[in-house]
């Protein structure tokens, strides 16, 4: 399974950024896909995760109505489109995948996760 993840960048206060992650050798299943962020200086966090199966998405609280999680089956490809962002969003970006499903409690924990992508930094300024 490979997961390459493309779209960060710089980008200024208010604006939007859209990032891709192109999934090969990843059958989703019941699995569920999600992405994470790192700060400098900050522990990983759990933005956002979709079951590609239906579509159903949920999200932390500080991207709710700003960021939106999508998966096109047709493309083994996830996005997460990124409006409004502030310098609190600059972070470095990771898509993650889950072999099978994933317990309530446990889906936005990144030991949940079985594949990851390399990574794309967003910067906001």
């Known amino acids: 399974v490979q997961l390459v993840e493309s779209g960060g960048g710089s980008v200024q206060a208010g604006g939007s950024l859209r990032l891709s992650c192109a999934a090969s050798?990843?059958?989703?299943?019941?699995?569920?896909m999600a992405w994470f962020r790192q700060a400098p200086g900050k522990q990983r966090e759990g933005v956002t995760i979709?079951?590609?199966?239906?579509?159903?998405?949920q999200y932390v609280d500080s991207v709710i109505g700003r960021f939106t999680i999508s998966h096109d089956n047709a493309k083994s490809t996830l996005y997460l489109e990124m409006n409004s962002l502030t310098d609190e969003d600059t972070a470095m970006y990771y898509c993650?995948?889950?072999?099978?499903?994933?317990?309530?409690?446990?889906?936005?924990?990144?030991?949940?996760?079985?594949?990851w992508g390399q990574g794309t930094q967003v910067t906001v300024s």
């Open positions: 993650a995948a889950s072999r099978a499903g994933i317990l309530p409690s446990r889906r936005f924990q990144g030991e949940s996760y079985d594949y």
């Open positions: 050798g990843y059958s989703y299943g019941n699995s569920i």
């Open positions: 979709i079951y590609p199966a239906n579509g159903a998405a």
